[in-house]
C-alpha cells in the first residue's frame, strides 16, 4: 500500500499517531485536500460542547463526563482550547492537566489547541479538528472552549449539545438575562457546588430561564455538580443523552446539523475572499501611494474598497 | 499559515517540585511556541502517549527526583516502539556531568542544567526544531513574499 493511502486507512481506522498527523495537517495547511477525502466518512459522532468562564472547571467536567461514557464502551475525543497570546504568539495548553485519569486509555484521544487569533472561543481549526476524529471514529467529541465572556459563542455552531458551566461566584439573576452566553446553553452545569452561593445562583438561573421563551419539548435543565468529586456527573450524562432524544424526536437534529453546514460554507467562502482580497491589496504596486492619498484626504478608503472590489470581479 | 513550534513540558516522577518546569513552560510560551503542560507525577507511558496525540515537536522533562537515568531512557524507547522517534527530547534538573554524557549517548537531544537561562533553552530550540517537519522550506519561502 502506498504511504498516502496507509496513512488515510490509519486515520479511518482511528490509529491514534495517524489521527495526530492529520489534526497537525488540517491546523497548519489551509490546503482541504485531506478533508475533503475525509469528509464522507464524517457525520457520525456527536458533538458536545463544553464552555463557561475561566476557571468554571470545564476541563474537569470533561474529564468526568469522558470517564462516564467510557464506561459505556464509547470512543471519546477531546478538543481542548486554550488562548494564543496576541502579544508573543504563543500559548500554554494546560487542560491535560485536569485529564490525568485519561492519558492511558486506548478509548481516548485527547488534543489541545491554540486558540491562534481566533476570538470566539475556538480556534478556527478546531471544527476541521473535530471533523477528523469524527471520521476516525469516535463516538463522542467533546469541545472545551477557552474560558470565555459573555459573547465568545462560536461552540455552538459546532456541537449538537451545548454546556454552559457557571460557578457560584458567577453573578446574579440580572447577568443571567443578558444576552449572550446563557443563550447557547442546551443544559447549565452549575459546578462547585459545595460553595457557599450555589443554591441562590441555581434559584436565580431558574427564575431567568422562566422568563424566557421555552422551547417545547425542552426545559433547560440546570444541573449541580462537583467535578473534582464525580458529584452530579450522572445527571449531566443523563441530561445530555434526553437533549440528544429531544433534538431526534423533534427532528431538530438535522435541521442543526444542516444550519451548521450553511455557515460552514459561509466561513469558507468569507475566509477564500478575505485572503484573495488580502493578497490583492497588498500587492497593490502603489499601496504606498494609496494610503497616503487617503491619509492627506485626497482620497477617501470607501472607494479604494470598492474599486479593489470591482477590479477583482467578485462584486460587479 | 503559521507553523508553531509545539512542545511537551511534563514533570515525571515522585518529586513535587515543578517550579523549574513551569518558568520553563511561560517561558516557551512567551517566546512564541505551543507549549501543552501536563503537571506532576507522569509515568513515561503517560508522557510518550500524551506526546504521540499532541503531536508535538519536543519532549521537556523536568527530573529533580535522581531518576533521571531511569525515566530517560523508558521515555526514549517508549518513543521508538511506537515509532515516535522524531520527537526530540530534552530535560531539565539535577543532573550529574557523567550521566548527562551517559543520556546523551542513549538519544537525549540537549539537557540543561541548575541556572540555564531560560533565553538559553530559547534559542537552542529554536536553532534545533523543525516545527511540522517536513515542510519548513516551503513555508520559509511562503513568508519571504512580504508586501
Redesign the interface.
Known amino acids: 500500500m502506498k504511504p498516502a493511502a496507509k496513512f488515510f486507512k490509519d486515520i479511518l481506522k482511528g490509529d491514534?499517531?495517524a489521527?495526530?498527523?492529520a489534526?497537525?495537517i488540517v491546523e497548519?495547511?489551509?490546503d482541504y485536500t485531506l478533508l475533503k477525502k475525509l469528509f464522507p466518512f464524517s457525520g457520525r459522532a456527536y458533538y458536545i460542547g463544553i464552555t463557561g468562564p475561566p476557571g468554571a472547571g470545564k476541563s474537569t467536567l470533561v474529564n468526568a463526563i469522558a470517564k462516564l461514557f467510557l464506561k459505556r464502551k464509547k470512543r471519546i475525543g477531546i478538543i481542548a482550547v486554550d488562548p494564543?497570546?496576541p502579544f508573543?504568539?504563543?500559548?500554554?495548553?494546560?487542560d491535560?492537566?485536569r485529564m490525568?485519569d485519561l492519558?492511558?486509555n486506548k478509548n481516548v484521544?485527547?488534543?489541545?489547541m491554540?486558540s491562534?487569533g481566533s476570538l470566539g472561543g475556538l480556534a478556527k481549526k478546531t471544527k476541521d479538528a473535530a471533523l477528523v476524529l469524527d471520521a476516525a471514529g469516535m463516538d463522542y467529541i467533546l469541545i472545551e472552549t477557552i474560558g470565555v465572556g459573555q459573547v465568545e459563542l462560536d461552540i455552538a455552531q459546532v456541537c449538537d449539545t451545548t454546556l454552559v458551566v457557571l460557578v457560584p461566584e458567577s453573578g446574579d439573576s440580572i447577568q443571567a438575562m443578558k444576552a449572550g452566553l446563557l443563550e447557547i446553553g442546551d443544559i447549565i452545569v452549575v459546578n462547585k457546588g459545595d460553595r457557599e452561593g450555589c443554591e441562590r445562583l441555581i434559584m436565580e438561573l431558574k427564575f431567568a430561564f422562566d422568563l424566557r421563551n421555552q422551547l417545547p419539548g425542552w426545559s433547560y435543565p440546570i444541573v449541580k455538580t462537583i467535578a473534582t468529586e464525580g458529584y452530579g456527573i450522572e445527571q449531566v450524562v443523563s441530561r445530555i443523552e434526553a437533549h440528544q432524544a429531544y433534538l431526534n424526536k423533534t427532528g431538530k437534529f438535522e435541521v442543526l446539523r444542516k444550519e451548521h453546514l450553511f455557515s460552514r460554507i459561509n466561513e469558507l467562502i468569507e475566509e477564500k475572499i478575505k485572503n484573495k482580497l488580502r493578497r490583492r491589496l497588498?500587492?497593490q504596486p502603489e499601496?504606498k501611494k494609496i494610503i497616503d492619498d487617503i491619509y492627506s484626504r485626497r482620497r477617501n478608503p470607501f472607494d479604494v474598497a470598492e474599486n479593489l472590489l470591482k477590479d477583482s470581479g467578485i462584486v460587479p | 499559515m503559521d507553523k508553531k513550534i509545539r512542545v511537551l513540558v511534563a514533570k515525571p516522577g515522585l518529586d513535587g517540585h515543578d517550579r523549574g518546569a513551569k518558568v520553563v513552560a511561560a517561558a516557551l510560551r512567551d517566546a512564541g511556541m505551543e507549549v501543552i503542560y501536563t503537571g506532576l507525577h507522569q509515568s513515561p507511558e503517560s508522557i510518550v502517549e500524551a506526546a504521540i496525540q499532541e503531536d508535538v515537536d519536543v519532549i521537556g522533562l523536568s527530573i529533580l527526583s535522581g531518576a533521571h537515568m531511569t525515566i530517560f531512557p523508558k521515555v526514549l524507547s517508549l518513543l521508538k516502539k511506537k515509532n515516535a522517534q522524531k520527537i526530540i527530547v530534552i530535560g531539565g534538573g539535577i543532573i550529574p556531568a557523567d550521566d548527562m554524557k551517559k543520556l546523551k549517548k542513549k538519544g537525549v537531544k540537549k539537557l540543561f542544567g541548575p541556572g540555564a537561562p531560560t533565553t538559553e533553552i530559547i534559542t537552542w530550540l529554536k536553532e534545533n526544531v523543525k516545527p511540522g517537519k517536513k515542510k519548513r522550506a516551503q513555508t520559509r519561502k511562503k513568508n519571504n513574499k512580504g508586501l
Open positions: 491514534k499517531s489521527v495526530a498527523r489534526i497537525t497548519n495547511d489551509s494564543t497570546s508573543s504568539g504563543g500559548a500554554l495548553l494546560g491535560r492537566v490525568a492519558a492511558l484521544f485527547i488534543r489541545s491554540a491562534r497588498k500587492s499601496l
